[in-house]
Each structure stands twice: as structure tokens, then as C-alpha cells.
């Protein structure tokens, strides 16, 4: 398939592995780049500039083909050290950048001429066009459906993206709920120029997590997601869990008292002991309603030919096969 986004990107085919917390490291990155995707590390899953120069290189190693980072630019007071990191990021060759988070603005021209194309992920037809009036090459429209923060408007991607659609110039890939090869041609169905996956790449041989990880969403249904910090205007889809029921309990019982301090212990920190030691109810962690069409854990490889594969026959075959002679 040929698409604005395997273009721009330079690769086989429009899929890109969204960054994610404990679980965007060289192995997966790597992974979904040689299947001829484009794999994300998690910028700040390294804790300093250096070691993300250092899993830069590890993924280097590991591939040929061209990778991204992502770089999550949090609401904070005290932020980290975002010019190291894009510096790590500029002398490691990378070519792609995905931004989330607060406006990337300020940081644009350091990565753009360095030659680092930047794809900006958003929750709403503004924000998308507002990272389409700084500059950026491109974005990640992420619907309703979406593991981790699907913003405050609650526009599900059957909404979203013909809205998107009709409002871009840049191109877009649709990210939230995306699984397979009809998750695929619908999203181009409905305008974008490829997808972007993240719960269901978490399913997969070559994720670097825990085996209790993979099983917890092979067993969730579509149904068993849950909106956390809603009050806090941070909104979160998680998998539920005895964390999560405790934190939605404290949201209902403090209401418009909540304080991040309240929750601390449900969602700081709790990524490691999740992602690497398979502690499932140690907090709050991200994933989308998509875990409901996640069945297999597949190598990366296997996942990517047979979504091609599925998508190729339902255009040319299922679609072309509905239209009269
Ligand atoms: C476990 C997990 C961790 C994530 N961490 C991040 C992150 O650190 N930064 C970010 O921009 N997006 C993060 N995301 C969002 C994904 O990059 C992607 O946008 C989202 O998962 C797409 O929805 P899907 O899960 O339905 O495919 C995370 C998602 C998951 C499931």
C-alpha cells in the first residue's frame, strides 16, 4: 500500500506503533520497523538523555529500517530534560518524532531542521489543527476508544475522522481501537492516511512485559475499560482492576475535592511493577476498548502481513465484489 503516510515516513506499510510507558522499547520498536511498520521507543520511559541515546542505539542494531521516539510533553512544573532528550533523539539519526501532550510548539524548529518530521497526536479536530498551524508534518488523531488519554470531548473515530478529514491538509493516521486489517480500511475509509495501534501491539511475542500483561488483555472484553481522573481534567482509559476500583471509589466519595495527592498511589510509579514484574493490581495502566478484538499474541511480524493481507482482500475482493458491473 502506498499512502501520504508510508511516504512521508518512508515505509512499507501505514502502520505506527504509538509510544507507550514500560512497553515502547527497542525490542517492539524494532520489531514493528523491520515487519515494514513504524515502531515508537517511549522517550520517557528512559529515565535520562543518555539512556535514551543508549535504547536508540540498542533499536539501531536491531533495524535498519527507520524508527521513530515519542516525546510526551507533560503538564508539569518541574519538566525533564526535553532539549536532552531531543538532542539524543537528533544524534541517534532518528527521522521521526511522535509528540503528545502539550503543544510541541517551542520545540518544533530544533527537531524540523534537523530533518526529524514530527507527528503530533490529538483528541480533537482543534488541537489537530492547531498542530497543523505550527508546522508539524503530521497527526495522530486518537478517538474515544483509545488506551490511555482520550482527552475530555468523547468523540468516538467514527465521528472524529471524517471530521479530521474534511478539515486537513497535513495527513493524519487514525489511532483508537485499530486491530486488524478492517480496523485498516475503514480508516482509510473515512480519510486517513494509515493507523496508529497501541493496546494491540502490547499483544504481541515480541513486547518486552510481562506474560500477565499480554493475558490480562487477552481476557478483557470491549467492556472492561475504565475512565479514570476524569475530575482532574487528565482523563485515562485503563483496564479496570482492584487499583482502579479503589481510585474510582475516591473520585465518587471526594467529588470536586479531588487532589492528584489522593490518587498518587493507584498511578505514580506503578508502570514498572505492571510492565516488568506482571503486578496487575499495582495501579492504574493504559489500554483501549480494542482489547475486546484481541484474541492471539502473535509475533509483530505475523500481525502486520495478516492485517495487509486482510485489508488487501476487503478492498479488492469483499468491496470491489459489493459494487454492480
Ligand atoms: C500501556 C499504554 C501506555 C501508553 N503510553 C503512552 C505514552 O507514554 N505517551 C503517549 O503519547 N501515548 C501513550 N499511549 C497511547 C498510545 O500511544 C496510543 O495512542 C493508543 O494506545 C491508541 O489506542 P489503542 O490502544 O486503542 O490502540 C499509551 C497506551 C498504552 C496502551
New binding site residues.
Given amino acids: 500500500m502506498k499512502t501520504k503516510i508510508t511516504e512521508l515516513f518512508e515505509i512499507q506499510h501505514p502502520i505506527i506503533q ?7 522499547f527497542a525490542e517492539l520498536a524494532a520489531a514493528v520497523s523491520n515487519a515494514g511498520g513504524l515502531g ?1 521507543i ?1 522517550g ?2 528512559q529515565k535520562t538523555p543518555e539512556l535514551l541515546a543508549h535504547e536508540i542505539a540498542k533499536c539501531r542494531a536491531m533495524t535498519d529500517k527507520p524508527f521513530g521516539v ?1 516525546l ?1 510533553f507533560l503538564p508539569t512544573v518541574t519538566s525533564p530534560d526535553y532539549p536532552g532528550y531531543i538532542k539524543a533523539i537528533i544524534d541517534g539519526g532518528v527521522r521521526v518524532v ?1 509528540t ?2 502539550n503543544n510541541p510548539q517551542k520545540w518544533l524548529p530544533m527537531m524540523q531542521e534537523a530533518g526529524v518530521k514530527v507527528i503530533h ?1 490529538c483528541t480533537s479536530v482543534r488541537h489537530s489543527l492547531k498542530a497543523q498551524a505550527i508546522g508539524c508534518d503530521a497527526v ?1 488523531v ?1 478517538g474515544f ?5 482520550p482527552g475530555e470531548d468523547d468523540v468516538p473515530n467514527f465521528i472524529l475522522l471524517p471530521r479530521a478529514a474534511d478539515e486537513l491538509k497535513i495527513p493524519f493516521v487514525a ?5 486488524d486489517g478492517r480496523s485498516l480500511v475503514a480508516a482509510l475509509a473515512l480519510g486517513a492516511d494509515g493507523i ?5 501491539f ?1 499483544a504481541t511475542q515480541e513486547a518486552p512485559v510481562h506474560q500477565h500483561v499480554k493475558e490480562a488483555i487477552l481476557a478483557a472484553s470491549e467492556l472492561d475499560t475504565r475512565l479514570v481522573m476524569r475530575p482532574l481534567r487528565n482523563t485515562e482509559r485503563v483496564l479496570k482492576n482492584a487499583a482502579v476500583e479503589r481510585l474510582l471509589e475516591k473520585e465518587r466519595s471526594l467529588g470536586a475535592r479531588l487532589k492528584f495527592d489522593d490518587i498518587i498511589e493507584e498511578v505514580a510509579g506503578v ?1 514498572p511493577k505492571i ?1 516488568l514484574d506482571g503486578a496487575m493490581d499495582a495501579g492504574a ?6 482489547a475486546g478484538l484481541i484474541h492471539d499474541i502473535p509475533t509483530v511480524k505475523v500481525l502486520i502481513d495478516r492485517m495487509m493481507a486482510e485489508a488487501e482482500s476487503i478492498i479488492s475482493r469483499r468491496l470491489a465484489g459489493i459494487l454492480r458491473p
Wanted: charged share 10%; glycine share 24%; net charge negative.
Fill in positions: 504509538g509510544g507507550m510507558h514500560y512497553v515502547g515508537m517511549t520517557l520511559t515519542n510526551t511522535e503528545a501532550g497526536k495522530s486518537d476508544e483509545c488506551g490511555g488519554h489511532s483508537g481501537g485499530m486491530a496508529n495501534m497501541g493496546t494491540r502490547i508502570y510492565m495502566w493504559s489500554c483501549g476498548m480494542v
